[in-house]
């Protein structure tokens, strides 16, 4: 190929050149709601911010959304869904020049009627949520429903399925992707067995690999959705419900496939040989599902999950194989029969007939248990009373429910599957509670729904109740509320933590209360503590110590002795001294018109910040003593920034303090303070970074009772307005930067 115009060559290169230089690809953003609450005519859901949590969470690992780029919303009202759209569209221009293209991912978990989401006491109209998701300016929109009769919202103003044509990330694209978990008149599901409702635990399985058809480490849109149609249908088919259908609507401009999650950027992943075929189930230590896929002969299959130990199930046509391994960082485990062992099969029997599922040699799928007590046709185990004096353990593998009303242990009573209460005074271990336990020295469920309460130690993975410890409590996922005595620690936080001495808490949506120090690393609330609040990455809310405050990012008020953000503060800081990337922390020295020698010194944000300093004559400056009463005084205030390229203006309310002698035998009495206000505005230019040089205009306000604090100084203008007199001035100097 050739060019005649060679001009034009040249323009086309250099233009590529720049573009690939300056833009960094795609920059994805996304909005997370889980919704619970339907109102008062609709069940409350077990599962919808857990759901919507999980997706966050899987998205930022291996799907190129970082938390800094998301909100996620519990139970939102209409118009905390507005906030959200408008805060994301507003990161999104801001973002418009650092990226060739954005892409928008808003996800809804819970309630919805036939024409609008469901929020509580409010709703959301599907055609006021697809005109505003539209506003959104990004390139590519992702939408994901998964409610009841969602199919309405692809539907809404004329929609209707139009053949998939994607994009990757080598293209320019533009358009939308609509993913609903059923069509408009089809219920949506969740599962207890799952933890989760079915579409979005089959969305979640497939981006993290179950989806990957193609064998590439990349999970695209279309390969997404198959799976989570397939899944879901196959799960539903058999339900009370009835089966779900998910929809979609796909229109995009562009080439190939638009990829959703890439499996090799995961820490951990596994591999599932190409020689295994059948029926893989993977569950996590607490016996949740967390991957099962039909498994061809053929391409390996990659699961991207979480370190930590893990069982596997493969069940082909002839034989059944399962195995634990454990999984950590920079380490692939591969899924093989020759890495499992072979496992007895039982024949389970319908529901209706006599042992349902038991074969009748004591055990239920091939694996063993002991002391049955009553056993019905509901696979349901029930156990009015357990009691061990060493170790009782009582496991049911087969996904029957285990109810037991009272477990006592005085050192260990495991029970899998527990819908009641046990009680014990050394310690309770289960991984399925549904009630309460209580321990008087330690207390561990895996899943726990209901309370704890412990004198001495609480864990639980999963929390959608309350922890209650007199020393220590432990949650992975938390949504109700922690107390404790002494310690509280939680991995994602989305209610209430409320500890004598500590807390800490990975991500939270709520508030930490602490009587000494609280550790977070995002802050979506309020952080309170009498010594210490630490956020790691974001705050979006307060944080209130009585000593000191850090984040990385503040969108919001950081209020302290020491405030430090170590990124960009989006708020206020209040505290006396403010650290911030982009706000204020300086000393200053200025010399003005009534021969006054001033050193402040100012912190906080660009929009409010503090004023601390002193003031004298030249010669009495460095001289501080008594004979100086008269001469010299202090300064404090509040003052605000406005910065326009290297150019600043400041806007200023002082107040002034001046000490004086008086006639006095006493020394107590010796002295007599008068304070005077002042208002003042300046304008600075940094010619260097670190080096401001400014000059300003201060007018100060002289009342009779402070008529003292102008008699010894050098009064140029002054006018006279009877019973006040006012006394302008001007002054420049410099100022040196800290941050």
């Not at 507005?82 to 418009?96: C, E, F, K, P, V």
């Not at 149609?229 to 259908?245: D, M």
């Not at 020393?471 to 500890?499: H, K, T």
């Not at 790691?536 to 850090?550: D, L, P, R, T």
Request: aromatic share 12%; charged share 20%; proline share 2%.
């Amino acid at each position: 190929m050739c060019f005649k115009n060679k001009k034009l060559l040249i323009s086309l290169t250099v233009f590529l050149t720049a573009f690939s230089l300056f833009a960094e690809g795609v920059e994805r953003f996304a909005v997370y709601i889980g919704c619970n609450n339907g109102g008062k005519s609709n069940a409350r859901l077990m599962y919808a911010g857990t759901d919507a949590t999980s997706f966050q969470k899987t998205m930022s690992e291996i799907g190129g959304v970082p938390n800094s780029n998301s909100i996620l919303l519990i139970d939102p009202s209409k118009s905390d869904v507005d906030g959200a759209l408008g805060a994301i569209s507003d990161a999104i221009a801001r973002n418009s020049n650092a990226s060739r293209r954005s892409e928008f991912i808003f996800y809804y978990s819970g309630h919805s009627s036939e024409t609008a989401l469901l929020l509580g006491k409010t709703t959301y109209d599907y055609s006021e949520l697809k005109e505003s998701i539209s506003k959104v300016p990004s390139d590519v929109h992702v939408v994901i429903l998964d409610s009841c009769y969602s199919g309405n919202f692809i539907r809404t103003k004329g929609g209707s399925r139009q053949k998939p044509f994607l994009v990757d990330d080598s293209t320019v694209v533009k358009g939308h992707a609509y993913l609903s978990s059923s069509s408009t008149q089809e219920a949506s599901q969740e599962s207890d067995e799952i933890g989760s409702s079915f579409f979005t635990n089959a969305v979640l399985t497939g981006l993290r690999g179950a989806a990957d058809t193609s064998g590439d480490k990349k999970v695209t849109l279309n390969e997404l959705y198959s799976y989570a149609f397939n899944e879901t249908l196959s799960k539903t088919e058999s339900s009370a419900s009835g089966p779900q259908h998910p929809n979609y609507n796909i229109t995009l401009v562009g080439s190939g496939d638009l990829v959703l999650s890439d499996i090799s950027t995961s820490e951990c992943l596994v591999k599932v040989s190409k020689e295994t075929s059948g029926r893989v189930i993977i569950r996590n230590n607490a016996g949740k599902l967390i991957s099962e896929i039909n498994k061809p002969y053929g391409n390996p299959v990659y699961l991207a999950l979480e370190r930590g130990r893990y069982s596997a199930t493969v069940i082909t046509q002839d034989a059944t194989y399962q195995g634990n391994f454990d999984l950590s960082p920079s380490k692939v485990y591969i899924v093989e029969t020759n890495n499992l062992s072979a496992i007895n099969r039982t024949a389970n029997r319908t529901r209706g007939s006599n042992g349902a599922g038991n074969s009748g040699d004591g055990s239920y799928d091939g694996i063993e248990y002991a002391d049955v007590v009553e056993q019905h046709e509901e696979d349901t185990i029930y156990f009015p009373f357990n009691f061990s004096f060493v170790c009782n353990e009582f496991m049911i593998a087969s996904g029957k429910d285990v109810i037991s009303s009272v477990a006592l242990g005085l050192i260990r009573s495991d029970l899998y599957g527990v819908k009641g209460a046990q009680i014990s005074s050394i310690g309770n271990e289960a991984t399925f509670v549904y009630g309460a336990q209580t321990s008087g020295v330690y207390t561990i469920a895996k899943e726990l729904k209901g309370a704890q309460g412990a004198g001495v130690f609480n864990i639980a993975q999963d929390v959608l109740g309350a922890q209650a410890a007199g020393v220590f409590n432990i949650g992975q996922n938390v949504f109700g509320g922690q107390g404790a005595g002494v310690f509280n620690i939680a991995d994602d936080m989305q209610g209430v933590q409320g500890s004598g001495v500590f807390n800490a808490a990975r991500g939270i949506i709520g508030a930490q209360c602490s009587g000494v120090l609280n550790v977070a690393r995002d802050a979506v609330g309020a952080q309170c503590s009498g010594v210490a609040n630490i956020a790691f990455k974001n705050v979006k809310g307060a944080q209130v110590s009585g000593v000191f405050n850090y984040a990385s990012h503040v969108q919001g008020a950081q209020v302290g002795l020491v405030n430090v953000c170590a990124g960009n503060c989006d708020g206020i800081q209040v505290g006396l001294i403010n650290i911030s990337k982009n706000g204020v922390c300086e000393v200053g020295m200025s010399y003005s018109t009534e021969n006054k020698l001033r050193m402040t010194f100012n912190t906080g944000s660009r929009y409010l910040y503090f004023v601390l300093g002193y003031f004298a004559a030249p010669e009495y400056f460095f001289s501080f003593s008594k004979d100086n009463w008269g001469y010299e005084g202090t300064t404090f205030g509040i003052g605000s920034r406005i910065d326009v390229w290297k150019f600043n203006f400041d806007f200023e309310v002082l107040g002034n303090c001046m000490t004086f002698k008086k006639d006095s035998e006493d020394d107590r009495h010796s002295f007599r303070a008068y304070t005077y206000p002042t208002f003042r505005v300046s304008a600075g230019f940094t010619p260097v970074k670190h080096f401001n040089l400014f000059a300003g205009f201060a007018w100060s306000t002289e009342f009779k009772e402070a008529a003292s604090c102008f008699e010894k100084g050098k009064n140029n203008w002054v006018i006279d307005c009877g019973d006040v007199k006012f006394h302008p001035e001007f002054d420049f100097g410099v100022r040196f930067s800290l941050n």
